[in-house]
């Protein structure tokens, strides 16, 4: 099962050469820009199976969104607007035959709501701001 601690912390301290998407559990901030004239392309694929029916999902999405609304969530101070989104990617590195678990949140200016994951829409309209890992804290 692939369940996580109550007591976690998004962590930035990752080298920038380092490929976020080799660690077990990763997050990525983006923001939308509607400046970036590269952005609001078409970006399709294949559907995957939804993660909400894992025995885990709800479970983790509550201590995710329970953790991302105190003020010691991040190792140090992000700068969050209003709009931006959080995709937490839990279990990355399961044996084969089990999936990641997608997760995402939405910053309203003042709190994280969880949101249903939608990653062509952050790929048509949204980069990336930064992102790192996420560490289970004693």
């Known amino acids: 099962m692939c369940i996580i601690s109550d ?16 660690l077990n559990h990763y997050w990525v901030l983006h923001r939308y820009n509607r400046y970036n004239k590269n952005k609001n392309e078409n970006v399709m694929g294949s559907p995957v199976l939804p993660g909400h ?6 479970i983790n999405a509550e201590l995710l969104v329970s953790t991302l609304n105190t003020s010691e969530a991040f190792d140090k101070d ?9 995709e937490v990617v839990l279990c990355n590195n399961q044996t084969e035959g089990k999936e990641p678990l997608y ?25 990336e701001v930064t992102a790192g890992e996420i560490k289970e804290m004693d």
């Open 7 to 22: 007591k976690i912390k998004f962590c930035t301290c990752v080298d920038a050469a380092f490929d976020i998407e080799e």
């Open 103 to 127: 997760y995402n949140f939405k910053y309203t200016g003042k709190i994280w709501n969880s949101i249903e994951s939608d990653c062509f829409d952050l790929m048509n309209r949204f980069d």
């Open 53 to 58: 029916l894992h025995p885990m999902f709800e």
């Open 78 to 86: 992000i700068e969050l607007k209003r709009g931006d989104r959080l």
